[in-house]
Structures are given as structure tokens and as C-alpha cells.
């Protein structure tokens, strides 16, 4: 008889593969528990093969962890090819359903994380990253529905991580202030994508539509506090994670199904700002 993990986690893989979805997992290997859900992904990213050039965290508000029965955030993996420049357009289709998306801060490990290696203090994890971004996060399931999937099954899906979209960097040099992001607001607006001058990244988007916004205390308090909790979980995972990888620390500002056909974009202030454009075909 094969491992309950690895048969979900190739049941798993073949409808992310196929672009089809499926019910629920069959319930001789859905998981019962969070750390049954992350052996399942371990074994998914496992049999994928893939690189992990993002680690994205979710569940970072008292609201979404109390839907799903959670006292701690969730994580997913991502490989280098789900990881896209601001500007992007990507259609519909690359995904199961319509996407959600989430403002998020985004954090590039400085230096290798080993497995198990211990985890910095909260007063040093800083110094862990040498980057910031401001990032889009498309969230999407492979299972016949977003919402309403048990917290165990949805971490053996990898925690829903599907796509990312990622802003201009800012170094960590010493010209930028990294204790500024809990303070830091976000406005997510849409716009004609055809449209010119004063719109996108390159704009104030005075005169785009606001789909959302948010400030980064929403996540756990400082993004930072995500970002030292995903190291901690990483190491606990036995998972090497190697420097340059990026770490998207949860939403700010809710999750809304991405409008299609409109330039989406995101502005933190004094970080930068990020856009995507979701077609309908």
C-alpha cells in the first residue's frame, strides 16, 4: 500500500498539472490534522521537482485564522516560474478559478537558511533579509471550490500558493527604513488597461477605482513578525531555503476575487507600487 502523503500529494499535483480540479482529496489520505497537511505538501513539492524561489505565508489576521480553526499562519511553496515582474498579464485560464488577490510585503533572504538551522531573534530578523518589495499575491485552489475547505487540506494544497507578482526591490542598505512597513498603507485600485499616462505604477492612481486597501499592522501586528515566524516554521519543516529566495508575509488588505480586464495595482507608500492585468481569455 503507497504513503497516504504521497498519494494525495500526486492527486494534488496531477489536477495542478491538468488544470482540473477536484472535490475534496478521497478521504483514506485527506489529512486530519495542520501537520498531516504539511507532510502532504512536503511530499508535493517533493515530486514536483522545482526549485522553491518563493515561500508564501497566509492566515495572518485574527479574522482568517479564526475561519479556519488556526492559532498560527499557514505556508506554501513556489518555484521561480510563478513568480512574476509587476506589469505582468496573465490570463485567466493559467488558473483554476478566478483568482483572489492580496496586497502583501515581500522580504529576499540575505543568506541561506539551513535546515534546522536555529532561528534569529525577533530583534535580529532583519537582518535575515536584504531586500523589500511590494507584492501581489494570485490565490487559487485546486479543489472544486475556494472557500469552505478544511485548514488541513487547504496547507496540503499548498496553502492555495499560485501565482506572485513582484515589484522593484528596495535594498536593505541602510537608505530605507525597515521598521516603517507596519505603518505603511496600501491601496489597490483598477484601471483601464488600455489607458495612458497618469495610471499604473508610474501614477498616483488619483483617478482609478479603489478595489481595496489596508496597512501593514494587519499582518500579525508588522510584516516583519510573518517574516520571523516563516523562518522559525521553515527550519522546524527541515526545509533549506537558499538566499535570494523571496518571503511574502499575508495579506494586508483582505482577499478579493482580482477583477478581469483591468490593470490591478498596488501602491505602498514609500515602498513602491505593483501591477498585474488578469484577462478574461
Known amino acids: 500500500m503507497s504513503d497516504p502523503a504521497t498519494e494525495a500529494a500526486s492527486i494534488l499535483l496531477a489536477a495542478r498539472r491538468t488544470g482540473r480540479t ?87 533572504l540575505g543568506s541561506d537558511l539551513d535546515p534546522g538551522r536555529p532561528v534569529v531573534s ?45 515589484g522593484q526591490p528596495v535594498a536593505l542598505d541602510g537608505g530605507f527604513d525597515p521598521g516603517r512597513l507596519a505603518a505603511t498603507t496600501v ?18 492612481g488619483s483617478g482609478d477605482n479603489v478595489v481595496t486597501e489596508g496597512v501593514g499592522a494587519n499582518v500579525l501586528g508588522d510584516p516583519w513578525r510573518s517574516f520571523h515566524w516563516a523562518l522559525g516554521h ?15 508575509t499575508g495579506s494586508c488588505s483582505g482577499a478579493p476575487a482580482a477583477p478581469l480586464d483591468r490593470r490591478l495595482t498596488a501602491r505602498f507608500d514609500g515602498l513602491g507600487a505593483v501591477s498585474v492585468t488578469i484577462t478574461a481569455v
Open 234 to 248: 521553515l527550519a522546524d519543516r527541515d526545509r533549506a531555503v537558499a538566499a535570494g529566495t523571496w518571503v511574502i
Open 187 to 204: 491601496r489597490l485600485t483598477e484601471s483601464d488597461p488600455d489607458s495612458g499616462v497618469g495610471v499604473g505604477v508610474d501614477g498616483d
Open 22 to 108: 477536484i472535490p475534496v482529496l478521497p478521504e483514506y489520505v485527506k489529512p486530519g490534522t495542520f501537520a498531516d497537511g504539511y507532510r502532504i505538501q512536503d511530499q508535493l513539492l517533493d515530486l514536483d521537482g522545482r526549485a522553491v524561489a518563493l515561500v508564501k505565508i497566509g492566515c495572518t489576521t485574527a479574522e482568517t485564522q479564526r475561519i479556519m480553526n488556526l492559532d498560527e499562519p499557514i505556508a506554501g511553496c513556489l518555484p521561480a516560474d510563478a513568480v512574476h515582474r509587476s506589469g505582468a498579464v496573465l490570463p485567466v485560464g493559467d488558473f483554476h478559478h478566478p483568482p483572489l488577490i492580496e496586497c502583501e510585503f515581500a522580504m529576499r
Open 122 to 166: 525577533a530583534a535580529d530578523v532583519i537582518a535575515m533579509a536584504d531586500a523589500v518589495a511590494p507584492a501581489l499575491e494570485l490565490v487559487d485552489g485546486r479543489y472544486d471550490h475556494q472557500l469552505g475547505i478544511d485548514g488541513p487540506s487547504v496547507v496540503a494544497d499548498n496553502s492555495m500558493a499560485t501565482a506572485v507578482v513582484l
